[in-house]
């Protein structure tokens, strides 16, 4: 019997991933970590045929013991302090790369598979170069990104001693019971609070069945070890063409015209949030007036081989709309 590990199951992405998974095989094994103290209503639709093991992914000694005391195949590593969180720089560093480094030692020692989801933030909150692709340098700009990037290199040293590993790289993603960048967005634009800003710029957002595909091609198939995807929606979008997507959901026309500001608004708030240190409203300032898109050729290539559609934020992006209406 095929033996899974997951992690990160309570958010986003793990949640909906295990799910996939779990429909696809229901002949496999699965067992998740979760943090100790996870609420019971963060795992309500998690079956009672997965394994659920309290350990906080900083602690590398209890990690380290159980990993060694069982026995995967596979272990899909998705869960990570994010950004945006009051923690130190240590605590980055033993959630997100200690963890990690452990999980690598022992799919290496046991020849296990590892498919590690990384994050487009790996190329900073704005890329140097766009579209960011595979040769575009990596820009370290908040501990959340620095420790994807050293976990990224981690892996990628130990392929080269036999390591089989695959990194997915997900844009920012939207599905329904997500309260992350786009339900806000859809927030603020339904209370016409969103600041839009009068230049031409472009985001690129991914549906969160564009990376439950990925995932779960990757646990069905073969692959090249040292596999990295950049995973999004088929192309990016313009900021102002999905805010008005939204207002004309949520009120029958497009965004006012009077709540669209100067870019010195913008650049203004950004200096502001980095004097005082503020990642998170640094990273918001930016992700609203900058553009950020990404080259998924690759991924895409893949899964149109394999007869799957490919997404579009809009008019896709109706799915996050409808789950903030409907709360």
């Known amino acids: 019997m095929h033996k899974v590990l997951i992690t990160g199951i309570t958010g986003l992405i793990g949640r909906r991933i295990l799910s996939s998974l779990l429909m696809q095989h229901p002949e496999w094994q699965f067992c998740a970590l979760i943090r100790p103290q996870t609420t019971r209503s963060r795992l309500v639709d998690v079956p009672e045929t997965v394994r659920l093991v309290e350990i906080d992914l900083a602690d590398t000694n209890s990690l380290k013991e159980f990993l060694f005391t069982n026995d995967f195949d596979t272990i899909v ?14 605590d980055f560093i033993k959630s997100n790369l200690f963890s990690t480094a452990q999980m690598v030692e022992y799919c290496l020692a046991k020849e296990a598979r590892l498919i590690f989801c990384s994050s487009v933030g790996v190329y900073g909150a704005i890329p140097k170069e766009l579209p960011a692709g595979m040769a575009t340098e990596k820009n370290p700009d908040n501990y959340y990104h620095y420790t994807k990037i050293e976990a990224e290199k981690v892996i990628n040293k130990a392929v080269l ?12 993603t939207y599905g329904t019971r997500d ?13 016409h609070r969103f600041p839009l800003i009068n230049k031409r710029t472009w985001i690129h957002l991914c549906n969160i069945e564009a990376l439950v595909r990925a995932f779960s091609w990757l646990a069905d198939n073969n692959w090249r070890s040292g ?4 995973v999004a929606d088929r192309e990016p979008i ?8 939204i207002s004309r ?6 965004y006012p015209a009077y709540l669209r500001f100067d870019r010195r608004f913008f650049s203004w708030g950004e200096k502001t ?16 007036s900058k553009s950020w898109f990404y080259d998924v050729s690759e991924y895409y290539q893949i899964m149109e081989s394999e007869g799957h559609q490919p997404h579009y934020t809009i008019p ?6 409808e789950d903030y209406l409907k709360n």
């Open 249 to 254: 959901q949520l009120h029958n026309r497009n």
């Open 238 to 245: 313009q900021l102002h063409a999905l805010v008005d997507f």
């Open 273 to 288: 949030a980095r004097l005082m240190g503020n990642e998170l409203w640094t990273s918001r300032f930016e992700l609203i």
């Open 227 to 230: 596999l990295t995807l950049n």
């Open 77 to 90: 590593h998705i869960g990570a302090l994010r950004g945006g969180r009051r923690a130190t720089r240590q």
């Open 316 to 321: 896709e992006f109706k799915l996050t709309i």
């Open 161 to 172: 001693t036999g390591l089989k590993a695959a990194i997915v790289r997900p844009s920012i």
């Open 179 to 191: 309260r992350g960048f786009p339900y806000q967005l859809v927030k603020l634009v339904h209370h």
